[in-house]
């Protein structure tokens, strides 16, 4: 029988991000009678001066402040990436002062692949501890210190006791490596579901993007939309300081609820999904995606991320030197016949569906 009830959350993100896999699950262990620890920002890397220089003449995102539900405390981290001896030192000294015990008798469940948030030891070192390591990021192709984060990935595989991964191309990486993780892709929460599924004839499409952009994003496609004049484009989220791109003011709402952003959805007809076309993007499962779903709008992209289950049924590439608003235009005719069964095929994968099965193979014996 589980007597564990407490849990303790290792995320890169703060708990005022746009939400993500990581408040999902907290908000989920917290209903569900959990003392729930959300530690946020444990970072995975030092910024280069240089991008520390850039982001000193852009003003810092303010993303609105959430709600901090019952059963829920939010800390911040002080853990260091991974990266060298000195901060490995540090690491583990922190670990041994100030998480130590409070990890005994807990849940302790990364979304980083640093051992030392779970002090570099497995758990049968530990007084009935159980860690679990999300794989939520393609750690063996990531962009910097990339030897260092396999060398601290393949660590992290072989500690923790239990290894979640939203990627069906890594959890076959995995299985193939005689490993037993749990295959848990994103889930929607409810007020992402349309509630008007009748078709708009407007003569101007309407175009949204909500969420992350970032220096690896397909910023080109987002771009093309906001300067193309037949479309009416709309921005919810936050854009990485890196980018150079500049947003009307009247199109750009700013990081928003997902009640809000969902709400506004209703009415739109097309979102996209601009992720590269890359070995990077070839392993992700981003939430974004099943959330547009969702919404029953044409979803654009110039990705193909094959490997998620009804992406090639229900996303649409477009080629932008083409005459992208007959093509547009036509795909949402065509689209029409689609939009219930991609709203209920989205029906399949709530977030409540998710975590009840998580829990099942956190206590599978």
Same mark, same amino acid.
């Given at each position: 029988?589980?007597?564990?009830?407490?849990?303790?959350?290792?995320?890169e993100i703060t708990w005022n991000f746009l939400d993500q896999r990581h408040?999902?699950?907290?908000?989920?262990?917290?209903?569900?009678?959990?003392?729930?620890?959300?530690?946020?920002?444990?970072?995975?890397?030092?910024?280069?001066?240089?991008?520390?220089?850039?982001?000193?003449?852009?003003?810092?995102?303010?993303?609105?402040?959430?709600? %901090?539900?019952?059963?829920?405390?939010?800390?911040?981290?002080?853990?260091?990436?991974?990266?060298?001896?000195?901060?490995?030192?540090?690491?583990?000294? @922190?670990?041994?002062?100030?998480?130590?015990? /409070?990890?005994?008798?807990?849940?302790? @469940?990364?979304?980083?692949?640093?051992?030392?948030? %779970?002090?570099?030891?497995?758990?049968?070192?530990?007084?009935?501890?159980?860690?679990?390591?999300?794989?939520?990021?393609?750690?063996? &192709?990531?962009?910097?210190?990339?030897?260092?984060?396999?060398?601290? @990935?393949? /660590?992290?595989?072989?500690?923790?006791?239990?290894?979640?991964?939203?990627?069906?191309?890594?959890?076959?990486?995995?299985?193939?490596?005689?490993?037993?993780?749990?295959?848990?892709?994103?889930?929607?929460?409810?007020?992402?579901?349309?509630?008007?599924?009748?078709?708009?004839?407007?003569?101007?499409?309407?175009?949204?993007?909500?969420?992350?952009?970032?220096?690896?994003?397909?910023?080109?496609?987002?771009?093309?939309?906001?300067?193309?004049?037949?479309?009416?484009?709309?921005?919810?989220?936050?854009?990485?300081?890196?980018?150079?791109?500049?947003?009307?003011?009247?199109?750009?709402?700013? &990081?928003?609820?997902?009640?809000?952003?969902?709400?506004?959805?209703?009415?739109?007809?097309?979102?996209?999904?601009?992720?590269?076309?890359?070995? *990077?993007?070839?392993?992700?499962?981003? &939430? /974004?995606?099943?959330?547009?779903?969702?919404?029953?709008?044409?979803?654009?992209?110039? &990705?193909?991320?094959?490997?998620?289950?009804?992406?090639?049924?229900?996303?649409?590439?477009?080629?932008?030197?083409?005459?992208?608003?007959?093509?547009?235009k036509a795909l949402l005719l065509a689209h029409e016949k689609k939009t219930k069964s991609q709203v209920d095929f989205a029906m399949q994968?709530?977030?409540?569906?998710?975590? *009840?099965?998580?829990?099942?193979? %956190?206590?599978?014996?």
């Amino acid at each position: 029988m589980n007597k564990v009830k407490k849990i303790i959350i290792y995320t890169e993100i703060t708990w005022n991000f746009l939400d993500q896999r990581h408040h999902h699950l907290a908000r989920y262990f917290a209903k569900n009678g959990y003392s729930v620890t959300f530690v946020e920002r444990v970072i995975s890397r030092i910024p280069k001066l240089s991008e520390m220089k850039k982001k000193s003449f852009h003003q810092k995102t303010q993303f609105p402040e959430k709600t %901090i539900p019952d059963n829920i405390r939010v800390v911040k981290s002080y853990f260091l990436p991974c990266t060298n001896r000195i901060f490995n030192l540090w690491n583990g000294m @922190y670990w041994s002062l100030a998480w130590k015990q /409070k990890q005994q008798g807990s849940l302790v @469940y990364s979304f980083l692949n640093n051992p030392y948030l %779970i002090g570099n030891i497995p758990d049968s070192k530990l007084l009935d501890r159980i860690s679990i390591f999300d794989v939520i990021h393609n750690w063996e &192709a990531f962009p910097w210190n990339s030897e260092m984060h396999k060398i601290n @990935y393949h /660590k992290c595989l072989d500690l923790y006791s239990k290894i979640v991964v939203d990627s069906p191309k890594i959890n076959s990486n995995l299985l193939n490596r005689r490993l037993s993780p749990h295959l848990m892709m994103p889930g929607v929460s409810p007020e992402w579901f349309n509630k008007n599924l009748l078709a708009d004839n407007s003569s101007r499409p309407r175009v949204v993007f909500f969420g992350n952009l970032r220096s690896n994003s397909d910023v080109q496609l987002v771009e093309y939309f906001i300067k193309n004049k037949l479309f009416e484009f709309h921005f919810f989220g936050v854009i990485d300081s890196a980018i150079d791109l500049q947003i009307p003011i009247e199109s750009n709402h700013g &990081a928003r609820p997902s009640v809000v952003v969902a709400d506004f959805l209703n009415t739109h007809d097309v979102v996209l999904l601009p992720y590269m076309d890359n070995s *990077f993007s070839s392993t992700i499962a981003p &939430a /974004k995606y099943f959330e547009c779903l969702a919404t029953g709008a044409l979803i654009i992209s110039r &990705a193909k991320l094959n490997h998620l289950p009804g992406w090639k049924r229900y996303v649409y590439s477009v080629n932008l030197l083409g005459s992208v608003t007959d093509e547009i235009k036509a795909l949402l005719l065509a689209h029409e016949k689609k939009t219930k069964s991609q709203v209920d095929f989205a029906m399949q994968n709530s977030w409540d569906k998710r975590f *009840f099965n998580l829990l099942k193979h %956190i206590f599978e014996k």
